[in-house]
């Protein structure tokens, strides 16, 4: 699954395009995109995630991440869960970001 591709289908409020999130292919057809950044650089970084399901990119929700992240990486595991490793917060006017230093396990949850 290439994250870029799909980049703009992920979506929170009014059409917000998703940036810098991380996306597992989970196989059959299936992918978990999580985290990233959803409008300009005063905006928080997420912490949902969403399940694409099949070719015709529907979605459903999936797990939330523990720590909201962007640039993050992810991969997915044998026993359908994803690895999620990395990232940042990202700046505002008055912070850094803030590097991330953790890894979480995100169960992509029953899928056919």
Known sequence: VSVV???SIIEEGEGAA???L???GLGEGWALLSGGLVGGPDTPVATDSTL???VDAATEAGPRLAEARAGHASVAL???T???AGGMSLPSS???PEVRDSVELLNAGDRP
């Open 52 to 54: 694409l399901v099949g």
């Open 82 to 84: 994803v690895l999620v």
């Open 94 to 96: 008055d912070r850094l």
């Open 5 to 7: 591709a799909v980049a």
């Open 18 to 20: 998703r940036l810098y």
């Open 22 to 24: 991380s996306g597992a």
């Open 78 to 80: 044998p026993d359908g």
